[in-house]
């Protein structure tokens, strides 16, 4: 049978049915309607044979149904939840029908269990009771829980205490018990479960671990980089278990010496300032980006850096060790950066922003003020807005963005937040883009004017550049201080759990 066949099977299976109604009569032999529907996801439960008066053994089943008003499903209509319990008029219709499903892709867990597979293991829920609107503790009640139960999938919850937790459990678990681990927040917590891995001894076995997020921040960066508009869409993803690899960039602190990872973005300047000063504004739920970003807009901090590039076409390539049987030496110095646990950093080490052997494309303060500079690893910065037009999940680079020009064009850049993306054509905006493979950024501090240099919110020097003024950078959306960093992408480095659909071309 032709896939399109097995799914309009299931699709006139499904219109025969009222949203929920009770127990039907017995189906006719399924024909094909045409519905303005997808059902992506079905599953049964409550499954029952029994003898009628004529000796004929039926079979009642309750079907649960996601469905989609289009395929691939858009963000602009949610998903319906549903299911009905009809009866089949043998147990041959029965399985004929739960086949045509199976065969369609669409999860049937009872019958995984008449086939004799091996029940899943579970799925470890990291859940930010604080989180953005502090909307996640109700999406795992009324979507996650009920869909997971339907599905016959396995899970356990942990209800994070405080801000890294996360992070130390990530760091300690046995995750060979766990089927994926999920973070149901922003991009805060996923951003925990990402370096909780890299900071293992075993980073190379724990890296396969299926990792997800379901959306329940203010941002939800990941939302439309993984293809998942709707809740429903990321558990859905989780059900099915479709993953993609997908790179990660590793931000070296020369001063602090630490290494982050990150799955999202590192942002200085304009990008990195809305961000943290945003959290200010967390009363206002999913605006308060926005108001921030044109709070900002109109005081644009002028930045200064000395910066190398290595752009992807000019770099190396390295292999990574990824023998997931090895682990790292077990480390001594906590200051030693060289022997931090998770990938190696090519570029990191010994490398000055000026050297341009290893980062031939050069900013240097006399080409400054910089007024926006981010360096992306996916498209999307939040739900709504395209930051990256030249970067997917495994391009093997970072999308770096900043202005070259020495004034930004402010239209343009408001042009771009109501847009919600940035322009194709970035002159517009008065910024430039290369796909890097690494970098080097040395900032040397900022100001209002070319020749007023600020300290804190009182002290005015003139002509000078003063560090660590109150300037951050920001690592998918969480501060850090502004100081020297190495900025590295590494291929196809975590299992992330993404949409099916999901087209990034
Ligand atoms: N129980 C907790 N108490 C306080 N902070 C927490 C707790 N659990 C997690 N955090 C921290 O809260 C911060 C924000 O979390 P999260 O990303 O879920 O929401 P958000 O910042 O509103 O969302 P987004 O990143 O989409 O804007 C993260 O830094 C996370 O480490």
């Known amino acids: 049978m032709a896939q399109g066949s097995k799914v309009s099977l299931a699709v006139s299976v499904l219109s025969r049915l009222s949203a929920s109604g009770p127990s039907r009569p017995r189906p006719r032999p399924p024909t094909t309607h045409s519905v303005p529907a997808r059902l992506v996801f079905a599953a049964t439960t409550s499954d029952t044979s029994s003898e009628n008066a004529t000796g004929t053994t039926t079979t009642r089943a309750t079907l649960h149904f996601l469905v989609t008003a289009t395929f691939p499903p858009t963000k602009e209509k949610p998903p319906t939840r549903t299911s009905a319990t009809f009866e089949f008029a043998s147990s041959v219709q029965y399985n004929e029908a739960m086949a045509a499903f199976k065969r369609a892709g ?16 579970p799925v470890y829920f990291f859940v930010n ?8 503790v109700k999406i795992f009640d009324s979507l996650i829980n009920p869909m997971l139960e339907t599905a016959g ?3 356990e919850r942990l209800d994070t205490q405080f801000k890294g937790h996360a992070e130390e459990v990530v760091q300690k ?15 805060g917590v996923l951003h925990e479960v990402v370096n909780g891995i890299m900071s293992r001894r075993d980073w190379r076995a724990a890296r396969t671990v299926p990792i997800g997020t379901i959306g329940a921040g203010s941002s939800n960066a990941m939302n439309p980089n993984l293809g998942h508009h709707f809740p429903e869409y990321g558990i859905l993803s989780i059900i099915k278990n479709t993953t993609r ?8 602190f020369h001063e602090s010496r630490k290494v982050v990872y990150s799955h999202l973005n590192m942002a200085w300047t304009y990008i990195a300032d809305l961000d943290i000063e945003s959290d200010q504004f967390r009363w206002m739920g999913r605006e308060k980006t926005t108001l921030s970003a044109l709070n900002r807009l109109f005081r644009l901090r ?17 292999d990574q060790d990824l023998d997931p049987t090895k682990l790292d030496p077990i480390q001594t110095d906590p200051t030693d950066t060289t022997t931090f646990y998770g990938p190696t950093r090519y570029f990191t080490h010994n490398h000055a922003a000026t050297d341009q052997t290893t980062f031939p494309l050069q900013i240097t303060p006399a080409q400054t003020p910089l007024y926006y500079f981010t360096a992306n690893n996916l498209p999307y910065i939040s739900s709504t807005f395209k930051a990256s037009n030249n970067v997917t999940m495994a391009s093997s680079c970072m999308e770096v963005t900043y202005n070259s020009e020495r004034k930004v064009s402010r239209m343009g850049m408001i042009q771009s937040l109501l847009n919600e ?11 430039t883009s290369v796909q890097a493979r690494a970098f080097r950024l040395d900032p040397l501090g900022w100001g209002w004017g070319m020749h007023e240099w600020k300290r804190g919110s009182e002290e005015v020097e003139k002509g000078k550049l003063i560090k660590d003024v109150g300037g951050h950078i920001a690592i998918s959306g969480e501060p850090y201080s502004m100081e020297s960093v190495t900025v590295e992408a590494h291929d196809k480095m975590i299992n992330m759990i993404c949409a099916s659909w999901l087209d990034e071309d």
């Open 153 to 155: 999938i396995p899970f």
């Open 421 to 431: 993306r940035v322009p194709d054509d970035l002159k517009a905006m008065g910024v």
């Open 173 to 187: 678990v046995d995750y060979t018990k766990y089927s994926a681990l999920v973070a149901v927040s922003g991009d």
């Open 245 to 252: 690899p997908m790179d990660i960039i590793s931000i070296t």
């Open 302 to 318: 002028k930045y200064r850096a000395n910066i190398g590039i290595l752009p992807l076409d000019l770099s190396p390539r390295h």
């Open 106 to 121: 669409i999860a049937c867990p009872q019958f995984d269990a008449q086939a004799g597979l091996a029940p899943r293991k």
């Open 129 to 136: 009771p604080f989180g953005g609107v502090k909307e996640a």
